[in-house]
T-cell receptor
Framework: QKEVEQDPGPLSVPEGAIVSLNCTYSNSAFQYFMWYRQYSRKGPELLMYTYSSGNKEDGRFTAQVDKSSKYISLFIRDSQPSDSATYLCAMILSGGYNKLIFGAGTRLAVHP | DAGVTQSPTHLIKTRGQQVTLRCSPISGHKSVSWYQQVLGQGPQFIFQYYEKEERGRGNFPDRFSARQFPNYSSELNVNALLLGDSALYLC?????????????FGSGTQLSVL
């Protein structure tokens, strides 16, 4: 079993839709949670960074962490064609060094 | 300010050859990490360096090595290349080494091994 599970998709939605992306994890020692966006042939771009359970909002993006269920989500409101990319969840264990554990990524396509 | 810069952007090698990839972190960042991303998968951790010392190593063979220079730039070396080493190699920088620091990635070096 992988430490971080993420549905690879692809996920296809119409412009303006609300998108929900999810990851589950098995290690309760994960303390820091991130979402990265990766366009084709580019490096991952940090979108959201959260530490505690609860919600964090930034513009059209909302990150949600439920540590009791070992479940994190990213919501995208009013999705745009420019949001078409692969979305990677990532997490770090408490203490130690900065080793990111990534999910496999979900491919999202937003069509006009 | 410039982000994380990596060179070269693309590289084609044959099996058995050696390759060196280079990375310059964001100005002020002292930690550099390397990740390997195979097509269709998330990045996998290879190394973290901080203040020129190796602080963490992932599950990769000894053919993979790295170093960090006094100006905090870094090189990743891979010897005796295998077909399976074909991947996007990503460099990430952070202010410090502690878990929980935000990591910022470069655009990567696409390595193809023939």
């Amino acid at each position: 079993q992988k430490e971080v599970e993420q549905d690879p998709g692809p996920l296809s939605v119409p412009e303006g839709a609300i998108v929900s992306l999810n990851c589950t994890y098995s290690n309760s020692a994960f303390q820091y949670f991130m979402w990265y966006r990766q366009y084709s042939r580019k490096g991952p771009e940090l979108l959201m960074y959260t530490y505690s359970s609860g919600n964090k909002e930034d513009g059209r993006f909302t990150a949600q962490v439920d540590k009791s269920s070992k479940y994190i989500s990213l919501f995208i409101r009013d999705s745009q064609p420019s949001d078409s990319a692969t979305y990677l969840c990532a997490m770090i264990l408490s203490g130690g060094y900065n080793k990111l554990i990534f999910g496999a990524g979900t491919r999202l396509a937003v069509h006009p | 300010d410039a982000g994380v810069t990596q060179s070269p952007t693309h590289l084609i090698k044959t099996r058995g050859q050696q390759v060196t990839l280079r990375c310059s972190p964001i100005s002020g960042h002292k930690s550099v990490s390397w990740y390997q991303q195979v097509l269709g998968q998330g990045p996998q951790f290879i190394f973290q360096y901080y203040e020129k010392e190796e602080r963490g190593r992932g599950n990769f063979p000894d053919r993979f090595s790295a170093r960090q220079f006094p100006n905090y730039s870094s090189e990743l070396n891979v010897n005796a290349l295998l077909l399976g080493d074909s991947a996007l190699y990503l460099c990430a920088s952070s202010l410090a080494q502690q878990g929980g620091e935000k990591l910022f990635f470069g655009s990567g070096t696409q390595l193809s091994v023939l």
